[in-house]
């Protein structure tokens, strides 16, 4: 095996996210996409979204797709869809981004924090189990489980299904970072009642703005989606059938969306070849991360847990390796949240990874030389 502690040392920083390159692959395609838009001038609810609404539905097989405007509001239009909200506990984990929490909250609802599993990183059914308790204890009514599909990589459906069915919830997949992805075999988008995703640009599917979508196959809820997206407008523009929002996605960055999804799984291919070459080099080092074998993964994050964490943070910065802690802080010890109900026992596993995990580069541009700079500084700092 070679000595990755030889690797030669190159001034140029190794990118967390590069989208340069993307840009490279794509920019004369892309240029001209955006043109297009430029010329024919409907920049709201233009052509392209209808046909981003398309192809995203025959990539991942979901039978309606409603596009808005960021990953966040996607899923506060599932759940005004569904009429969540004063009295109903939606259920989410605490490890993930904030926005799974907030729009809970946002819409009156209580969102009550679950624990996850300490290899995939995601919501823990039995913890989910638990958490249901103590919502009854208080009050609530079980309404809605949002399961994260954390880093790239799906939860566990089967057991969470199964804990949602006993109590008479429908699931909102936050696919926020792993549309692309599968569980069993099935894409995400078509494995839960509802998905939601988001196209911000650092998404492993990106737009150049903000960007998001929801997916389901069922057409009661698609109409109600489209109706919340342009303030609850019915039939025609006079008649507002229900309380909705300004949430539609745009012409350019639907244009943008439908050139970067015709590379998309190529770069899929390309990243989990770049998870595969980290997983070979750093397994017997720290504990890289863990996809069940009937999952895939689109890998949002590669995220390692180590417990010198933070010296390897710091070692790495100085050989112009860049790295990200995803997350630090849990969203229920966050000021705004720190009222709401968790999980019977506690978020022990949410605990331990805020403190031990660190996220690597990663991007399907990430080369092999570039691999070993980010190793080799590992290797490095954890002598
Ligand atoms: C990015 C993200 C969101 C929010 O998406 P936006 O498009 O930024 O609103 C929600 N949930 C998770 C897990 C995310 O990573």
Same mark, same amino acid.
């Given at each position: 095996?070679?000595?990755?502690?030889?690797?030669?040392?190159?001034?140029?920083?190794?990118?967390?996210?590069?989208?340069?390159?993307?840009?490279?692959?794509?920019?004369?395609?892309?240029?001209?996409?955006?043109?297009?838009?430029?010329?024919?001038?409907?920049?709201?609810?233009? !052509?392209?979204?209808?046909?981003?609404?398309?192809?995203?539905?025959?990539?991942?097989?979901?039978?309606?797709?409603?596009?808005?405007?960021?990953?966040?509001?996607?899923?506060?239009?599932?759940?005004?869809? #569904?009429?969540?909200?004063?009295?109903? $506990?939606?259920?989410?984990?605490?490890?993930?981004?904030?926005?799974?929490?907030?729009?809970?909250?946002?819409?009156?609802?209580?969102?009550?924090?679950?624990?996850?599993?300490? &290899?995939?990183?995601?919501?823990?059914?039995?913890?989910?189990?638990?958490?249901?308790?103590?919502?009854?204890?208080?009050?609530?009514? !079980?309404?809605?489980?949002?399961?994260? &599909? =954390?880093?790239?990589?799906?939860?566990?459906?089967?057991?969470?299904?199964?804990?949602?069915?006993?109590?008479?919830?429908?699931? =909102?997949?936050?696919?926020?970072?792993?549309?692309?992805?599968?569980?069993? @075999?099935?894409?995400?988008?078509?494995? $839960?009642?509802?998905?939601?995703?988001?196209?911000?640009?650092?998404? !492993?599917? @990106?737009?150049?703005?903000?960007?998001?979508?929801?997916?389901?196959?069922?057409?009661?809820?698609?109409?109600?989606?489209?109706?919340?997206?342009?303030? @609850?407008?019915?039939?025609?523009?006079?008649?507002?059938?229900?309380?909705?929002?300004?949430?539609?996605?745009?012409?350019?960055?639907?244009?943008?969306?439908?050139?970067?999804?015709?590379?998309?799984?190529?770069?899929?291919?390309?990243?989990?070849?770049?998870?595969?070459?980290?997983?070979?080099?750093? #397994?017997?080092?720290?504990?890289?991360?863990?996809?069940?074998?009937?999952?895939?993964?689109?890998?949002?994050?590669?995220?390692?847990?180590?417990?010198?964490?933070?010296?390897?943070?710091?070692?790495?910065?100085?050989?112009?390796?860049?790295?990200?802690?995803?997350?630090? #802080?849990?969203?229920?010890?966050?000021?705004?949240?720190?009222?709401?109900?968790?999980?019977?026992?506690?978020?022990?596993?949410?605990?331990?990874?805020?403190?031990?995990?660190?996220?690597?580069?990663?991007?399907?541009?990430?080369?092999?030389?570039?691999?070993?700079?980010?190793?080799?500084?590992?290797?490095?700092?954890?002598?």
């Amino acid at each position: 095996m070679r000595d990755f502690a030889e690797a030669p040392v190159t001034d140029r920083p190794v990118a967390f996210i590069d989208l340069q390159s993307q840009r490279a692959r794509i920019g004369a395609r892309m240029d001209a996409a955006i043109a297009r838009v430029l010329a024919h001038g409907a920049f709201i609810m233009g !052509p392209e979204v209808a046909e981003a609404e398309r192809r995203l539905a025959a990539h991942c097989g979901a039978k309606h797709v409603v596009t808005c405007s960021s990953g966040t509001t996607a899923m506060i239009m599932a759940l005004m869809a #569904k009429d969540v909200g004063r009295g109903d $506990a939606v259920f989410v984990p605490s490890f993930t981004f904030t926005a799974t929490a907030e729009v809970a909250a946002l819409v009156n609802a209580t969102p009550v924090f679950v624990d996850v599993h300490a &290899d995939t990183m995601c919501m823990d059914a039995n913890s989910l189990e638990r958490a249901v308790a103590v919502a009854k204890q208080t009050g609530l009514r !079980p309404a809605c489980v949002i399961p994260v &599909d =954390l880093f790239g990589q799906p939860a566990d459906y089967d057991a969470i299904g199964a804990v949602a069915k006993a109590h008479g919830m429908w699931i =909102l997949d936050d696919a926020a970072q792993s549309y692309g992805a599968t569980y069993k @075999g099935r894409k995400l988008g078509t494995v $839960a009642d509802i998905t939601a995703t988001s196209f911000y640009p650092s998404k !492993p599917l @990106g737009c150049y703005g903000d960007g998001g979508a929801v997916f389901t196959d069922d057409p009661e809820v698609t109409e109600r989606l489209t109706q919340v997206r342009v303030h @609850g407008q019915g039939k025609d523009r006079n008649e507002n059938v229900r309380i909705g929002l300004t949430a539609r996605f745009d012409s350019i960055q639907a244009a943008v969306l439908i050139e970067k999804l015709n590379i998309f799984d190529a770069e899929i291919t390309e990243r989990n070849a770049v998870a595969a070459r980290y997983d070979e080099a750093l #397994k017997d080092l720290v504990q890289t991360p863990h996809v069940p074998k009937d999952c895939t993964s689109v890998w949002a994050q590669y995220t390692i847990r180590t417990p010198r964490r933070d010296r390897i943070v710091a070692a790495l910065k100085d050989k112009g390796v860049p790295t990200n802690v995803f997350y630090p #802080k849990p969203i229920h010890v966050q000021a705004p949240y720190r009222g709401y109900p968790v999980a019977g026992n506690g978020l022990p596993v949410t605990e331990e990874l805020a403190h031990d995990v660190v996220s690597l580069p990663m991007h399907p541009y990430l080369t092999p030389a570039e691999q070993d700079r980010v190793i080799a500084a590992l290797r490095t700092a954890l002598r």
